[in-house]
């Protein structure tokens, strides 16, 4: 699913107009986005948590130039999810779940 098909689901379940729910969903993006830049970790419970992980410092390797390349400490976003929701999506069973590809696709 990608963020088009996001929004209109929205809208045809809550009755929305498009642009209102896009306009909210970019804000809602925005915010996350400026969240985790300021190291801010943001907890929506029955969701999940968006926090910062911390990476530590490593070396690297250059393979076309077989060289040894020195990669800082950083912080990467992530996504934990929570147990209502973990166990919300165990109860799919794999044949209630149909492969696609990204055009749709049956696999």
């Known amino acids: 699913m990608r963020k088009a ?6 809208s045809e379940k ?8 896009l306009v909210t969903l970019e804000k809602l ?7 985790l830049a ?3 970790n943001i907890y929506i419970r029955g969701f999940g948590s968006f926090i910062t992980k911390k990476r530590a410092a490593k070396i690297g390797r250059n393979i076309k130039k077989n060289t040894a390349v020195h990669i800082p400490e950083h912080f990467i976003p992530a996504f934990k999810p929570a147990k209502e929701f973990i166990a919300e999506v165990k109860k ?4 209630d ?3 696609t590809d990204e055009s749709g696709t049956e696999l």
Do not use: C, H, M, W
């Open 5 to 10: 098909d996001l929004v209109n689901q929205i």
């Open 38 to 40: 300021k190291g801010e």
């Open 14 to 21: 809550t009755g929305i107009p498009k642009v209102d729910v």
């Open 92 to 95: 799919l069973s794999t044949s």
């Open 97 to 99: 779940v149909i492969s």
């Open 29 to 35: 993006f925005k915010e996350v986005k400026e969240s």
